[in-house]
């Protein structure tokens, strides 16, 4: 796995974070320390929620006008045809830093597994070269990649969560279609802010242990600094889901993690939002 490269000019400290989804090895599962793993439900291949929207046959889609800020407008999507793709330390370097595969595999509880499409976040689109968040840990990781072995398309959608405000607003082209209360994180696992990325999405299973996490849980790009969480979540990669709680909405309650209500994040994963889809996560 290649060591991405960084930008010099950092952002703020990123999230002491833990991912909640359905159990996977090397991603978060639980709200809390006691939370058993629940079991992992894969989504079909080439269903909904299983991969990234198609993308337009323009190698360069249309931008929005005004990019968030530290992204190019676009996400790039690995070609079907390229299993292992390479990543870059830095522009033109004449050879990669190391591979990435293409999909590549989520692990779940009970022997399952998914495979996942791998999606990046552009930060800089220099025409054959492409400066990428790779979602790979620690949070933050980037390099570059070949745009020939991408296909590119236009950011629509993103998240701004504000956590003082327990608020989550979801945008489409610029314009809110969706404001919602979260719960967030507490104490020492707070949520903190960070630009982040969608980069999984699974549909969770119905069985009592895992309706805690709602019907859908989104993997972000985002991972714990600190061991102990990395050790007890097993990567401590921070969750967007559901609860079967919905009275700790609205509270400081959880690792790291964003819980949404039920309809509201069946809202955002029915779309679906794309991998890849930007996360502003304000303190």
Known sequence: MPRPTRRAARRPALPLLVLLLVALVGLAAGCSSSDPAPAAAPIAPGSAVATAPPVGASPRPTLP??????????IANVKSTVKDVAVFAAEGAPTPAGTLPNPWTYQGGNNTSAQIPRSFLVAEDKGDWLHVYTGEPPTGSM??????????????????????AFTLKAYDNGKVFLEAPIAVGQGSRPTL????????????PTDATSARYGPYAYGLSAYSSDPAVRAEFKGGQLGLHGTNDPASIGKPVSNGCIRLTNDNITKLATLPLPLGTPVVIKG
């Open 65 to 74: 006008p005004n990019p968030l800020a530290g992204t190019a407008g676009e």
């Open 143 to 164: 390099g570059w990649v070949k745009a020939s072995d991408v296909d590119l398309q236009s950011v629509r959608y993103h998240l701004e969560i504000d956590v003082k």
């Open 193 to 204: 802010p960070g630009l982040h990325f969608l980069n999984v999405l699974l549909k969770v």
